[in-house]
């Protein structure tokens, strides 16, 4: 059992075969053919890149960002040289999966354009929708190129660095104080609190 959890890819593979085997007690195999199991499937997809996306975002500002003053100048090369790019690799992708996901899911489910267009009935969904737009160009337009500069990736002056870094910050504290309504939006659609 330890080997599993030594790896991350063990561990993942591992949660998937136990999904498996609940969804072949469960009988959910029979319904693989349907619209609804795939719309299920796609919402299933969809909150599991929504949690590594808002996950990494609230993580970046409620423990590394406020964490990093605090850390001696000759350790933070192993935050941003390390773990900040790979945390900015997921948050990245995340992001986008998150979106198409969700677009895919709300053209599957037939209410894309109604929610696009902010139409009653699915306003809320539509207004996290636009939120979650937002914040998704946020981070592949404003947050990773700052990113880049500010952890060295690409190399720039030390005010460029310093600006760049201070931009990337603030958008991703923009981005935390819409994930906010978003969710809320998110969850309002289905369960009547809009």
């Known amino acids: ?5 030594q790896s991350l890819g063990r561990t993942v593979a591992a949660g998937i075969v136990i999904l498996v085997v609940m969804m072949g007690v469960a009988g959910t195999f029979s319904m693989m053919g349907s619209h609804g199991y795939w719309t ?17 975002l609230w993580y970046f500002n409620f423990v590394q960002t406020p964490s990093m003053p605090k850390i001696p100048d000759e350790q933070k090369p192993a935050v ?11 948050f990245r992708w995340s992001a986008l999966a998150t979106v198409v996901t969700g677009l895919l899911l709300a053209a599957m489910l037939g209410f894309l354009v109604p929610a696009l267009t902010l139409q009653p009935g699915a306003r809320a969904i539509g207004v996290g929708m636009w939120l979650a737009l937002v914040m998704a160009f946020n981070v592949w337009f404003i947050i990773w190129p ?15 660095k310093a600006a760049a870094a201070k931009m990337a910050g603030m958008t991703s504290r923009f981005n935390t104080m819409l994930s906010i309504p978003m969710l809320y939006c998110m969850a309002a659609q289905s369960h009547g609190g809009f």
């Open 1 to 5: 059992m330890g080997a599993i959890f």
């Open 40 to 56: 299920f499937f796609m919402r299933w997809l969809h909150i599991g890149a929504g949690v590594m996306w808002i996950g990494l």
């Open 80 to 90: 941003s040289k390390v773990i900040a790019p790979t945390a900015l690799f997921w």
């Open 146 to 160: 700052n990113q880049k500069k500010a952890l060295g990736i690409v190399q720039v002056e030390a005010a460029e």
